[in-house]
């Protein structure tokens, strides 16, 4: 089956509601100033917990979560796979690249959560379950995410037939790999800070 308009339509939806800049927003009311002036310099929840509130990251990522949740949701629910995979290609890339900020956003994995859950729920928990295995045992947040990322299309078929289901959680894996191209570097290299540490070790 091809894509029609009324697919890309959803493509443009997903990418409007992505590249809502929740982290800069929430930071900017809070009178906490650009969150992309300190730490890594992304809008993620990581670098929001370095202003220092809790509670602030934790709605960044609640947020950014919901950003790709809800237009995979509703593109499933009133289109069918192919225009949800669309809007979860597009609320991460909106994300990554949000026009309001000169396409300089952050590394998606908050979006790529939502997503997954939009997609299928257990393909999600799935997702923060492995994160959490990972954090615990190495302590680096970037390597839980990456580990996590990386196992999504291996599950992807064990829970749907629809290919288009499966193709976007393969390239939105690849995608997580290339925008932490960064941090793999420091992985290699022994140099990426662990949980706690502080360093540019973002994930989101």
Known sequence: MGIALFDIIWLLVGYAAGSIPFGLLLTKLAGLGDVRRIGSGNIGATNVLRTGSKKLAALTLLLDALKGFV???????????????????????????????????????????????????????????????????????????????????????LLTTQPALRTVVIVLAIAIFITHHANIRRLVAGEEPKIGEGGRSSAS
Do not use: D, E, N, Q
């Open 71 to 157: 237009p995979v949701a509703l593109a499933m629910w009133l289109a069918g796979p192919l225009a949800a995979a669309l809007a979860g290609a597009g609320a991460f890339l909106g994300h990554v690249l949000p026009v309001w900020l000169g396409f300089r956003g952050g590394k998606g994995v908050a979006t790529f959560i939502g997503v997954l859950f939009g997609l299928h729920w257990l393909l999600g928990l799935a997702f923060i379950g492995i994160w959490l295995l990972v954090a615990v045992l190495f302590r680096i947040s970037s390597l839980s995410a990456l580990v996590a990322a990386a196992t999504m299309p291996l599950l992807a078929p």
